[in-house]
């Protein structure tokens, strides 16, 4: 497999980075091609704005997507971008590594979202999207530590569900563009864990990651069950308890 | 009132500035004092990092929320996040205006947050957060606009629930800071609408706003709910079915 991993760590002696570093030396050791994104080490502008395009098609107001939309057929993403979007466009397996900071990803992240996941080639054009999103037939998958326990991310905890929560990032973000997700891998409560319980987490990732290939992403309802006013087709949703509980049902639990 | 409206669009003549636009005029005209961080005009720098703080507490590797906790104690932010700071702590409501990028803000704003929701003031420090967290006794809104329809917002819609796609957002840095969230404005799919509709969202939204000291917040969770464990107690559980269904079902409708 082609790996992109996407990594938004300020520190490089961060446990981010010694889960980066593990997951590069395991896949790595596995025979897949490995590809980084650090995106702080990059200097990555995570600001989408008028620059994004080396010529524009409509330049008196700036209406991003559009500019995206034909930036995909001509090829007139600048530099910085169209960089990252051939990374993008030759993996096999995305990973997202970075520390959940505000119930998401941090702001370079976003920000690389934002401007490579573009408009004509990850989406749109003619209903690219879901099942039929410009990024099918890829996985992905968000590697991240957090600063809370897990129980606090159960359906009853303090902060929500953790599908629920990721839900912009799993379903949105990956899902609308096509990914099949693979369960996320979290290391929990990090700034209480000792040495011990950090070198079991990367024991555990570099597991994880051995067997990658064999993982089953998580569901994910295909286009076709949803009808022409775009919502579930009543036998499907039938079957679908409450908000889609059947598909975030198997992955509600913590990794460790 | 005191009113931050934090707004986050590249362009100065999009629908998002004439929302603004009229956020500010109708909500002076109520006699409220208005600030307005415009993010792109500032040029705001998203991208948290250890040049955040003028003095560091653990200057061999950034533990950013660490230094944040410090720089609280201390006022050594830098300028930039420190007037945001004072912006945040002076409003009554805070408002979010944004175009709905990858089912999310768009970076600049996610930047805005990073930096400026500090561990110490905002949250931490003790145990500040939801009903006992820093911003407490304040409000909060998300005014943004999408490209996708009403019905694909709902519970059996293509992209899900709009409450569970915002929920990193309303339930995580909303309600984790204590700001009591008030049902957000909707424009919905604003490159398919005509004059007509935009000026209706115009109205409907300076409607709104005139009301707004008057507006009920979306129920929350105190932490008295949540036990020792972290989790709603049984006898609070048992009334909030689903993923806690019930505190996102009165606001599941689209406003328009």
């Known amino acids: 497999m082609n790996v992109l991993i996407v990594h938004a760590h300020p520190e490089p002696r961060s446990f981010n980075r010694a889960l980066l570093d593990t997951a590069v030396r395991t896949l790595g050791e596995q025979g897949h091609q490995v590809v980084v994104s650090d995106l702080y080490a990059m200097g990555f502008n995570p600001v989408a704005g008028p620059d994004d395009f080396s010529e524009r098609r409509f330049p008196d107001a700036l209406q991003y997507d559009r500019e995206q939309k034909q930036a995909s057929q001509r090829g007139s993403f600048v530099p ?58 890829r996985r992905a998958m968000l590697s991240f530590t957090t600063g809370c326990f897990p129980a606090m991310m159960d359906s009853d905890g303090l902060l929500g569900e953790r599908d629920v929560i990721l839900w912009h990032l799993q379903h949105g973000v990956f899902g609308y563009s096509g990914l099949q997700v693979l369960p996320p891998f979290v290391g929990w409560a990090i700034q209480y864990s000792d040495e011990a319980q950090r070198a079991a987490y990367l024991d555990a990732y570099a597991q994880r990651l051995r067997g990658i290939e064999g993982d089953s992403p998580m569901p994910a309802h295909p286009l076709s069950d949803f009808g022409p006013d775009w919502r579930l087709r009543p036998e499907v949703a039938s079957r679908t308890a409450g908000h889609r509980r059947a598909a975030a049902a198997p992955t509600t639990r913590p990794d460790l």
């Open 80 to 137: 910085d971008i169209q960089q990252e979007i051939d990374k993008l466009l030759a993996c096999d397996l995305l990973i997202l590594q970075f520390p959940l900071w505000w119930f998401s990803v941090p702001a370079i992240l976003k920000g690389w979202i934002d401007r490579v996941f573009v408009n004509g080639l990850v989406y749109g054009a003619g209903g690219k999207r879901f099942d039929q999103g410009g990024l099918r037939g």
